[in-house]
């Protein structure tokens, strides 16, 4: 172990040495991880809060026995930062990062909520759905051959490889689902599905398709894990407040694997709803979210720093990136269902009616992802495969 592992003890202690405190009056400390990954601890005291994440050399549910590099913690901080610069408004403070220790001092989110806890509530999106268009646009559009210099690239993609993380989600999202693996789980009513896709040659060639555009296609930094579980949002003095948070499995990678991951999530969601009879249209923050990010990349288009790139490529460039989000949406939903970390929205449902119908629509988004071009044409898919209400349909 080549780092310190800190307890609620030594809290107080380490911001006070990182020059986080002053030492005056009383702290108090209380942990709160509840993620796979790492330790998060809030450090209260008077007239101030503050949240601390460490990475452990180990996943935190699993303890040494399942060996990781704790630096995704370096991939996080370099993430917020390069965010910082161009959307500061999206992402949480961050007020310092050891990397000695692979710590970072942050803003204390505990008013706020995590938006997939809202949506399993029956609350809506406000406007998250616009925050995530914006927050996807401008880091990609900052970070891609668009936005910077040939030898900023290089920089980029040098300083940017996150080896371990991006091999949990070629293999957790882009392999394993489709194999016999040992991580995978289901509900017992979907094991025909599950083994259909395993034995589908055309969806297995799509999925291959995908993989090998999460390993190669290098077009900016992203996220690397963002779904609704990575949005927290409330309100502060009046006003709407939304954070993009935990971005340690970012890399430069393919823009359309960050919208996808939102956008499976989202149709979980409204799957959700529909079977329980709830009013509410997660499917419709797809085209929010979407608008939102084509609105600002061609807003930002005209400070691109390669002019030899025209309005028409732009047009092309954009269509392929719809096309890749569906297909990662499509992926995102898959192996959400059947694959190894699952989602609340449907496993905490009495049945798997709405998963087999989500199942179905992920099938869908991955085969047809470059056939369907609005927002309005994956909604027909969404209404094709599953009724309204789904509640209606149960024995």
Request: proline share 5%.
């Amino acid at each position: 172990m080549s780092h310190r592992i800190l307890e609620t003890a030594d809290i107080p202690g380490y911001l006070r040495e990182r020059g986080h405190w002053d030492g005056s009056g009383a702290v108090a400390v209380h942990e709160v991880s509840d993620g796979n990954l790492n330790r998060v601890f809030i450090a209260t005291g008077a007239g101030w809060s503050l949240a601390v994440k460490q990475a452990l050399p180990w996943v935190r549910v699993a303890g040494p026995s399942w060996p990781l590099s704790p630096a995704r913690a370096d991939a996080e901080a370099r993430a917020y930062r390069a965010v910082a610069a161009v959307a500061p408004e999206t992402i949480p403070v961050v007020h310092g990062y050891d990397p000695g220790d692979y710590v970072l001092v942050m803003e204390d989110m505990s008013d706020l909520r995590v938006l997939r806890t809202v949506l399993n509530a029956g609350g809506g999106y406000g406007g998250a759905s616009d925050a995530i268009g914006l927050f996807v646009a401008r880091l990609s559009f900052a970070t891609s051959d668009f936005g910077m210099s040939s030898a900023e690239r290089k920089a980029l993609l040098a300083e940017s490889v996150n080896p371990e993380l991006c091999k949990i989600t070629e293999d957790v999202v882009l392999s394993e689902p489709y194999l016999e693996h040992e991580h995978n789980h289901r509900h017992p009513d979907l094991a025909d599905l599950a083994a259909a896709y395993r034995a589908d040659p055309a969806l297995r060639t799509e999925i291959a398709d995908l993989r090998h555009l999460f390993m190669s296609g290098a077009q900016a930094l992203l996220h690397g894990d963002l779904h609704t579980g990575s949005i927290m949002v409330g309100s502060r003095a009046g006003a709407e407040v939304v954070r993009v948070f935990d971005p340690e499995f970012s890399y430069v990678g393919p823009i359309g694997f960050d919208l996808g991951l939102y956008w499976g999530n989202l149709v979980a969601a409204e799957f959700r709803a529909r079977y329980l009879g709830a009013v509410g249209d997660h499917a419709g923050q797809l085209a929010r979210s979407w608008d939102a990010f084509e609105t600002e990349f061609r807003r930002l288009w005209p400070q691109r720093a390669d002019t030899f790139f025209d309005d028409a490529y732009l047009d092309r460039f954009l269509r392929r990136v719809w096309a890749d989000s569906l297909g990662f949406a499509g992926a995102e939903l898959i192996r959400r269902i059947i694959g190894y970390a699952h989602l609340t929205d449907l496993d905490t449902l009495p049945d798997a009616t709405a998963a087999r119908h989500a199942l179905l629509v992920g099938r869908e988004l991955v085969l047809r992802r470059t056939e369907l071009g609005t927002p309005a044409e994956v909604r027909i898919v969404l209404d094709d495969l599953a009724p309204s209400v789904i509640a209606a349909t149960r024995p």
